[in-house]
């Protein structure tokens, strides 16, 4: 780690309590922080911060969702050709792809990426079912 540290140039306003907070133990630099935070009323916890800020961002992560599950809505008419789908997107046998068909709406694929998530829809919708991307 004394590898990496990096230097830093030290206001000579601030040298001698630079000096004396080097020499506190982890404890006593704890301590300390505790002391100022009351004393202040703030807080050293960044993340908290941040956290209040997610909602905000989380907005704009919800518009570039990466993950994607793939919900088979309905089998629509031509039922043998979404199982036939089915089986070769889940890698699941026959009765299996014929029960996820059945229990319709029904996830497909949990996780899927964009892409994937994409071309299931394709394959399935030119089977006949109708999908839907959450």
Do not use: Y
Request: proline content about 3%.
């Amino acid at each position: 780690m004394s590898d990496e540290q990096k230097t830093v140039e030290v206001p000579e306003k601030f040298k001698s309590l630079v000096e004396q907070v080097e020499k506190l133990t982890v404890m006593e630099l704890a301590e300390l922080v505790k002391v100022l935070e009351d004393k202040f009323g703030v807080s050293a916890q960044a993340p908290m911060m941040a956290a209040g800020a997610a909602p905000a961002a989380g907005a704009a992560a919800a518009e570039e969702q990466s993950s994607f599950n793939v919900e088979l809505t309905t089998t629509g008419g031509n039922k043998i050709s979404v199982i036939k789908v089915i089986r070769e997107i889940t890698q699941k046998g026959l009765k299996e792809a014929k029960d996820l068909v059945d229990a319709a709406p029904k996830v497909v694929k949990e996780g899927a990426t964009k892409e994937e998530a994409a071309e299931i829809k394709k394959k399935l919708e030119e089977a006949g079912a109708t999908v839907t991307l959450k």
